[in-house]
């Protein structure tokens, strides 16, 4: 089956710096791949996400890109902000079981 | 509210007890899954249904943990003779998955069921 794998498990970025968060499959059959915010004590919720025939996509200041060959994924915010201190989960939706797997988040603090 | 909830939020139980959890998907969605999420760890995935038919179970999950959604809208995740480690948090979500033209898989998920067993 499906295995996510994700880095850092935790990221401090000063505010107004960049973040970047990675992502690596192991089911090249794999074709969606949502990221998922989840604040303490809240639900995840999705903020961005992007299917296998698509390289990039960017949504304001949050961008993914992909890489299928490498079978690895990205998340790129940019202009950080503090209300963006969070855990942020990668997934991806298995083709033959159409089940979606998370990775194991990266805890991501923005230092005002 | 329309989004998806779940019941009870917490839930204090004894080693050995049974318990039972609900999930109310969002009414149009045909897909809800069950996760368990434990501190510092992704969702991990338990099991899935399409409408009323269960697609999978995770072979991680012991033959303790039974989930049913019999007429395709709420669901209930039972745990038999529950462990202490059990206690996790146990969230559900769901989603609206259409095929021809195909939709995206976009979970919506409930605010989960703390279970913490003594």
């Known amino acids: 089956g499906e295995n996510v794998e994700q880095h850092p498990s935790t990221l401090s970025v000063q505010e107004g710096d960049s973040a970047v968060i990675k992502c690596t499959y192991s089911?090249?059959?794999?074709?969606?791949f949502p990221w998922y915010k989840q604040e303490l004590g809240k639900r995840p919720q999705l903020i961005i996400d992007?299917?296998?025939?698509?390289g990039e996509k960017k949504d304001q200041r949050i961008a993914v890109t992909l890489n299928k060959t490498a079978k690895h994924f990205s998340l790129h915010i940019t202009e950080t902000q503090p209300e963006d201190s969070a855990v942020y989960f990668c997934?991806?939706?298995?083709?033959?079981?159409?089940?979606?797997?998370f990775g194991p988040g990266t805890s991501l603090s923005v230092i005002p | 509210d329309t989004g998806v909830s779940q019941d009870p939020r917490h839930k204090i139980t004894k080693r050995g007890q049974n318990v039972t959890f609900r999930c109310d998907p969002i009414?149009?969605?045909?897909?809800l899954y069950w996760y368990r999420q434990t501190l510092g760890q992704g969702p991990e995935f338990l099991t899935y249904?399409?409408?009323?038919?269960?697609?999978?179970k995770s072979r991680l999950l012991s033959d303790r943990f039974s989930a049913e959604r019999p007429k395709g809208s709420f669901s209930t995740l039972e745990i038999q003779r529950t462990e202490q480690g059990d206690s996790a948090m146990y969230l559900c979500?769901?989603?609206?998955?259409?095929?021809?033209?195909?939709?995206?898989?976009?979970?919506?998920f409930g605010s989960g069921t703390q279970l913490s067993v003594l």
């Open positions: 992007i299917r296998s025939n698509v």
């Open positions: 997934a991806a939706m298995e083709t033959s079981y159409d089940k979606v797997i």
């Open positions: 979500a769901s989603s609206y998955l259409q095929k021809n033209p195909q939709s995206d898989e976009k979970l919506f």
């Open positions: 009414s149009e969605h045909n897909r």
């Open positions: 249904f399409q409408n009323e038919a269960q697609l999978e």
């Open positions: 089911d090249s059959a794999s074709n969606y």
